[in-house]
């Protein structure tokens, strides 16, 4: 009987340690599917840490960036482009580059001057206007804003090793109103986002702010100091 007892006692606590697991989303180490997301979602979007992780960075640690590009462009209603595309080489704490600014598609009237990085802060080696955004240039996108969006599709090449995120477009959020805010951007503009991730140690992040008047993109790209 008593043995009986110990059994049921067993079973009865087996019982309860599921019903609290599920209650509490696996709070004891297990990982929990956010309801957004398919697990095959949720491992992919996985495979792009070192992006979320550079992107949450207040202050950006490029201790295993080996480059560094981020780039602005505008289209206006006219289909006129300007870009704005800043090049470091980081490796060996060089933060040695260029900083390029280019109108047209083909960017034939580029103009470009050196530019160092050192303690948080563009050093520019000639006369160019406009700088470049130093706010873009240090973008900061917190890893909750990722959970929160929608995923529309990935995409996984079977011969390359290139690999995207497309996420579905929102207008709603604290960083789609600073940039409509800041480049006084219409109220039909939809923000869409997406990442990709080339070869082993490329991750690309693009912003595309969209309206009928005018398109804004950011975009950064990131080389990961190669291991040996």
């Known amino acids: ?28 180490g297990c990982e929990t599917i956010p309801k957004n997301r398919t697990r095959e979602q949720y491992d992919f979007e996985g495979t792009f840490e070192p992006m979320f992780k550079f992107l949450e960075q207040e202050k950006k640690d490029f201790t295993e960036i080996e480059t560094y590009s981020p780039s602005l462009t505008i289209i206006d209603s006219n289909g006129e482009m300007t870009t704005y595309d800043i ?9 040695k580059g260029t900083y390029t600014i280019s109108k047209g598609k083909y960017k ?17 080696e000639g006369e160019l206007e406009p700088l470049f955004d130093e706010e873009i240039f240090n973008l900061l996108i917190d890893r909750n804003y990722f959970e929160a969006l929608e995923v529309k599709e990935t995409f996984k090449s079977a011969e390359t090793e290139l690999s995207d995120i497309i996420y579905k477009a929102e207008n709603q959020s604290v960083l789609y109103k600073k940039i409509v805010e800041k480049y006084n951007l219409p109220s039909d503009t939809k ?19 969209e309206s009928k008047q005018k398109v804004i993109q950011i975009s950064t790209a990131i080389y990961l100091v190669k291991r040996k």
């Open 1 to 28: 009987m008593k043995k009986q007892n110990w059994l049921l006692g067993i079973v009865i606590a087996g019982l309860l340690l599921f019903f609290v697991v599920s209650l509490h989303g696996c709070d004891f």
């Open 87 to 95: 090049f470091l080489k980081l490796q060996a704490g060089s933060g």
């Open 108 to 124: 034939k009237d580029a103009q470009e001057v050196g530019v160092t990085y050192t303690d948080g802060k563009l050093q520019y």
């Open 191 to 209: 923000l869409s986002f997406s990442l990709s991730h080339a070869y082993y140690n490329r991750y690309d992040v693009l912003l595309n702010f």
